[in-house]
């Protein structure tokens, strides 16, 4: 290649948990340049979680880090052209794909529900995700599912 590959940004940790995911879950999350709401859908968000489960013995920011845990896919399929058929190959994906790929997945499903304000939506899925069910979980399965199905096609992994 004749390009070098970029240089990775730093990303700076969150002003209340000192956390740089968080932060980066935050800018997913962000539409526009509006990163201070975002921080505070993000901060209501964990507030609701916390409320919701109170039983719970975990902080609301351990219990959003067992959700991204429980729904991060390990296994995806990308298209591979071989001989003028398409294959779905199943490869496994890089540590800072699976982050980005569950926070996007989060948030996708959050804002497909039904419900009041971003926060309640969040909240919510951030609560299915952490008993394991809700549509990013589902959507973790069924990539799980796509590549064990086409388990036969791995040896055209690239």
């Not at 959003?64 to 399929?77: F, S």
């Not at 309640?120 to 064990?148: C, P, S, T």
Request: aromatic content about 8%; proline content about 4%.
């Amino acid at each position: 290649m004749r390009k070098t590959k970029p240089k990775k940004r730093v990303i700076l940790p969150d002003p209340v948990f000192n956390d740089v995911k968080v932060t980066k879950f935050v800018n997913h999350l962000m539409y526009d340049g509006k990163k201070g709401i975002s921080y505070d859908i993000f901060y209501s968000a964990l507030e609701i979680v916390k409320a919701k489960l109170p039983n719970e013995e975990k902080s609301a920011l351990e219990i959003w880090k067992t959700a991204l845990d429980n729904i991060t896919p390990q296994v995806e399929v990308k298209s591979r052209r071989i001989g003028g058929a398409t294959f779905q190959v199943p490869t496994e994906i890089r540590p800072d794909r699976k982050e980005s790929v569950s926070m996007k997945n989060v948030i996708l499903y959050a804002r497909k529900r039904g419900g009041k304000s971003m926060a309640d939506k969040l909240a919510a899925e951030i609560v299915d995700a952490f008993n394991n069910q809700g549509g990013a979980y589902k959507r973790k399965e069924d990539m799980h599912r796509m590549a064990e199905a086409n388990r036969a096609f791995a040896h055209f992994r690239f």
